[in-house]
């Protein structure tokens, strides 16, 4: 198996704090995995570590062969949704063509290639209504499409995604996910895929990375997402429960309340992140 | 009428008008980028500085322009330093601004030359600069132009989508300085034609009438440019019409006048751009 995306005893800190350590990760090309975690657990970071905007604490990083480096144009990159103002005077195809040339120097003219690239990738997210119009007139569903149109404009052997569903319904989790996820398969792209909640791409994972307080996890959801599993990642009993195919994680201060998400009721209840932190496994 | 033709004959109004027209270029090309970039109280606090600093040169040198570019250069290379919270900025810039104002009053109080010359500072006089200032007038909008050129699509990235920009390579932070820089030399520029406190008609409402009516940023920055320069050279031969009257009167009114129209129109543009489709009405 050769890994596009490799960590050995990758360990972050800002200052005293933990944010992970001793991290052991390989992803394949065409591997969905979803990294899951309580905020600030460090999963942003990790996705800033592969792509060079942060420095690994210790250990070592390698990327496609070597150490990430800003701006590899072999990776794809989906910010955590913000939305764009309402007057901004950019169209989703402006935005879309950032993904290919938006770095180089210059007046972005008309250029046949470049064009027929971005008309391309829009059609394939489904986004050809809307490509001309403000982008800050359209809705998070439209917007993060077009974000994903721009993250495989240049045809990127991996693809990182920040929370990509964020401020999404439903619908749009699914056919947003369902994108990233056919992508992944018709060209072989390795995907990260960051998220507090891990229904609505359940199905399409491979593996689970969990990190929580300095400890993490990896397997298969299977694995990963266990009453156990958890329970020793955050040192508090946490059941994990799956109802019809939905994994709901409760920690045992939720029991009795009337929460409807689940997964991010974990970091509500937990003790101080000041505990004592160490791997769960070397 | 024969007036203006008059005018127009003479190398003083021609050399105006060329200047004028490089003035409303920069501007119409750094306009949108101030938009976008939310820096419109930036520009205001550089021109102010730029006050300043001419009155500086006035007392020191009897050169207002060269004063006006070190206030205006200072004050960029400050707000650069202040780096990039909004609203962190804004209150550091007013604070700035309100002392390099009553600084530049105070300077101008040690000033025993033309009484109009704090005048002309204030509300622009480009009909009074000598052939030597004209000549650096345009050295300056061409390199400004030249460096807008340059960076363009880099700085439009980084303005619209800083995170995406960054993994990709483009150094954003360094392009903020270059712009703010950039801002300053224009800033300067235009407080020849507009004066300083009026800097903010040939920067700012250009870029803000034609946002009203493209999401295209190409197209944006060519009707910016477009109507900066209306507004600039409308104004010029507008007062040497009306000698009695300032340029930057009618330079001021005919940019006001352009963002009033741009605005009226939009929505009836907005509507034909994407008839009767609700936002959500592709996703389903």
């Known amino acids: 198996m050769s890994a596009v995306i490799e960590l050995r005893d990758g360990s972050l800190r800002y200052g005293t704090r933990v944010l992970w350590e001793h991290l052991e990760l390989a992803v394949a090309s065409g591997e969905f995995l979803a990294v899951l975690g309580p905020n600030g657990a460090g999963k942003t970071t990790l996705l800033k570590v592969l792509l060079g905007l942060a420095p690994l604490s210790g250990g070592q990083a390698t990327v496609l062969g070597s150490a990430p480096r800003r701006g590899d144009h072999r990776i794809g990159y989906v910010p955590q949704q913000k939305a764009f103002d309402a007057d901004l005077p950019l169209r989703g195809r402006d935005l879309v063509r950032f993904g290919l040339d938006g770095h180089r120097r210059g007046v972005p003219l008309a250029n046949r290639a470049i064009l027929a690239a971005v008309d391309d990738a829009i059609a394939a997210v489904g986004a050809t209504g809307y490509a001309d119009a403000p982008i800050g007139e359209l809705s998070g569903g439209e917007q993060q499409r077009l974000r994903i149109a721009q993250a495989l404009v240049g045809d990127p052997r991996i693809l990182l995604c920040d929370e990509p569903l964020l401020s999404l319904d439903l619908a749009q989790q699914q056919a947003v996910s369902r994108l990233i996820d056919a992508r992944s398969h018709e060209r072989d792209t390795a995907v990260v895929f960051v998220t507090h909640d891990i229904n609505p791409i359940i199905e399409h994972v491979d593996r689970v990375l969990y990190l929580v307080e300095g400890r993490w996890a990896i397997g298969p959801p299977g694995d990963v997402m266990t009453t156990e599993q958890l329970t020793a990642l955050y040192r508090t009993p946490v059941d994990v429960v799956d109802v019809r195919g939905r994994i709901i994680v409760i920690s045992s201060d939720d029991i009795g309340g009337a929460h409807d998400h689940g997964h991010h009721h974990l970091d509500v209840g937990l003790p101080s992140r000041r505990a004592t932190r160490g791997p769960v496994r070397r | ?284």
């Open chain 2, 1 to 284: 009428m024969i007036g203006v033709d008059l005018y127009l004959s003479q190398p003083f109004a021609q050399h105006a008008l060329i200047a004028g027209a490089l003035v409303a270029l920069t501007c119409g090309l750094i306009g949108p980028f101030v938009v976008t970039r939310g820096m419109a109280f930036a520009v205001h606090g550089t021109s102010e500085l730029a006050f300043t600093g001419a009155a500086g040169g006035l007392v020191v040198a009897d050169n207002p322009i060269a004063g006006a570019l070190v206030g205006a250069l200072l004050v960029a290379a400050v707000i650069g330093l202040l780096g990039v919270h909004e609203r962190e900025r804004d209150s550091a810039i007013g604070v700035i601004l309100a002392f390099g104002l009553g600084l530049g009053v105070l300077l101008l109080s040690y000033y025993h030359g033309f009484a109009t010359a704090a005048t002309n500072i204030l509300f622009g006089d480009i009909f009074g600069v000598s052939n030597d200032e004209l000549l650096g007038l345009v050295a300056i909008g061409i390199a400004v132009t030249v460096v807008m050129i340059v960076i363009y699509r880099p700085l439009l990235f980084a303005s619209v989508d800083p995170d995406v920009a960054s993994a990709r390579g483009v150094p954003v932070r360094l392009l903020g300085i270059v712009f703010l820089l950039t801002l300053a030399f224009t800033v300067t520029e235009a407080a020849q034609v507009v004066g300083t406190l009026l800097v903010l008609s040939l920067a700012i409402t250009p870029a803000a009438a034609a946002q009203r009516l493209s999401p295209n940023p190409l197209v944006v920055t060519g009707l910016s440019v477009l109507f900066a320069m209306v507004a600039c050279e409308g104004g010029l031969l507008a007062s040497l019409v009306s000698t009695t009257v300032k340029p930057s009167v009618f330079v001021t009114s005919i940019s006001f006048g352009i963002y009033v129209v741009a605005r009226a129109v939009a929505p009836t543009l907005r509507h034909r751009r994407r008839p009767g489709v609700a936002p959500d009405a592709t996703m389903v």
